[in-house]
């Protein structure tokens, strides 16, 4: 499992609670002074991931209000970069006398090394209300990443542009998006011998978010820009698995690169484009065959889904992979509930 650390503020008593909290919080992001209406019934929960050079965090808590100070800056700056990912609730950020609100699925980008102000409400246009000791108040929640500052291979003058700005998660965004639900949400699927390649790309992608919003992807050093082409390329492959001309000339007419040059950014794996496709459908046969909600339908119907119309060559290929046939898998599988 990846190393890090998880808070569930549901095993500490109620009085501690806000302040086991703020300690925890400041220590894996900055210090920071907390406030909240349910400060006496705080129900909040976070997972830390530390990955190497960046820390992965994802947060569940009530309504709270944080705001980091210059003498705080002064007295302790760990120089951090963090980008905000909010899943639900309203939230809201101050930084470089720039106010910028954040929708839920918009990133927000901070420094901890100028003061801000920021607040999140669980429920939109609801304003907040001291809760009874005994009640649950609503939560949010939110994913970050921290990031040392000299880790981005951008001029810091250029990245301080989009501090408090909101950043939608559309390209590769939207790719950090979907790294930072999967790590965070089941860091038990990884092995800690993993951290140091997730770690490279969380960094990848977090440059190439950036730069993307700033149009700079061309001042990317070579193997950041080449680490966002795979990022983008592995996208549209789990995207269009399902497509019978999925192939490497048509993924590099898509990306505007030549057959050679995608090609070359798989060099040195134990694997090519072309297997890396055959290998993910046959993992989505394998995941719908496992379904119980689809043991009605054909296996030839499943694996036709996911791009392998074949029938025998489809069997060959499921044997080959998980040593045996499609059907004599199926039939392990659990009995659907009547």
């Known amino acids: 499992m990846l190393p890090g650390e998880t808070l569930d503020l549901a095993y500490v008593p109620a009085p501690d609670r806000f302040g086991v909290w703020h300690d925890i919080i400041s220590r894996g992001a900055a210090p920071a002074r907390f406030s909240s209406p349910h400060a006496d019934n705080f129900a909040g929960f976070a997972r830390m991931v530390e990955l190497g050079v960046s820390r992965l965090i994802s947060f569940r808590y009530p309504a709270i209000e944080m705001a980091r100070t210059e003498r705080m800056i002064r007295r302790d700056d760990p120089q951090m970069y963090e980008l905000a990912l909010p899943l639900n609730g309203d939230s809201a950020l101050i930084q470089e006398r720039r106010q910028c609100v954040v929708k839920p699925t918009e990133f927000t980008f901070l420094s901890t090394s100028r003061p801000y102000e920021c607040r999140h409400f669980p429920q939109s246009g609801a304003a907040p209300t001291a809760a009874s000791p005994s009640a649950q108040p609503p939560t949010s929640k939110t994913l970050a990443v921290l990031i040392p500052q000299s880790a981005i291979p951008l001029p810091q003058h250029k990245v301080k542009q989009l501090l408090a700005r909101p950043i939608p998660t559309e390209g590769m965004a939207s790719l950090l998006a979907q790294f ?3 790590v965070t949400a089941h860091p038990e699927r990884f092995r800690a011998t993993d951290a140091g390649r997730l770690d490279g790309m969380a960094v990848d992608l977090i440059s190439a978010t950036l730069a993307q919003h700033l149009d700079l992807e061309r001042a990317l050093p070579v193997e950041v820009q080449q680490q966002a082409l795979r990022a983008r390329i592995d996208a549209f492959i789990d995207g269009h698995l399902g497509e019978l001309d999925l192939s490497a000339r048509t993924i590099a007419a898509a990306h505007h690169i030549s057959v050679r040059t995608l090609y070359r950014l798989w060099e040195g794996e134990d694997t090519t484009v072309t297997e890396l496709i055959r290998r993910r459908r046959l993992n989505r046969c394998r995941r719908d065959l496992q379904n119980p909600l689809l043991a009605s339908q054909s296996i030839y119907v499943i694996a036709a889904r996911w791009g392998l119309t074949e ?21 392990q599988q659990p009995a659907p509930p009547q």
């Open 311 to 331: 029938k025998s060559t489809f069997t060959r290929l499921f044997k080959a992979t998980y040593g045996m046939s499609p059907q004599s898998y199926r039939q």
């Open 180 to 182: 930072l639900l999967q």
